[in-house]
Every structure is written in structure tokens, then in C-alpha cells.
């Protein structure tokens, strides 16, 4: 089955604050009332280089901070 890439794009986001592929599927599942599983899930995200994805927005979190930081004081 294909997805709609606004279902993708919820994954990502929600795969980007955090949630685990098992609570993405959960919720997109009881939201789209697909049967979407985890392993497509992590999938998507081995595909698309997801992993790398989070790690630039750590380091943008963490530069936002650390600026925010510095200019307090």
C-alpha cells in the first residue's frame, strides 16, 4: 500500500519529537484508521536517512539554546 506523504511527513514529525516507530504507528493507525506497522515506519526512516535528520535538529536545539544562553547573560 502507498501512503500519502502527509502520513510520512506526521511519522517524521512525530519520529523527530521523539516517539518510538511503535508509538508513530499507533498513532497514525488510530488516526488514519490504517494498519500501518512499525517495521514500514522504520523503513521510511532507514530510506530516507531520518536518523540524519535528527541529529541536525539537535544541534539546531542545541545552538538556539546554547545562544539563548549567552545572551542572558
Do not use: F, P
Not at 511503535?22 to 506497522?37: A, C, F, V
Not at 536518523?51 to 544541534?59: C, G, I, Y
Not at 542545541?62 to 549567552?70: F, M, P, R, T
Amino acid at each position: 500500500m502507498r501512503y500519502d506523504e502527509k502520513v510520512k511527513e506526521e511519522a517524521l514529525t512525530q519520529y523527530l519529537g521523539g516517539h518510538s516507530y511503535l508509538k508513530i504507528s499507533r498513532d497514525l493507525n488510530e488516526q488514519y484508521g490504517y494498519t500501518l506497522h512499525a517495521s514500514t515506519i522504520k523503513r521510511w526512516a532507514d530510506r530516507n536517512l531520518w536518523q540524519d535528520r535528527l541529529a541536525e535538529t539537535r544541534e539546531a536545539i542545541g545552538n538556539v539554546a546554547q545562544k539563548k544562553a549567552i545572551d542572558s547573560l
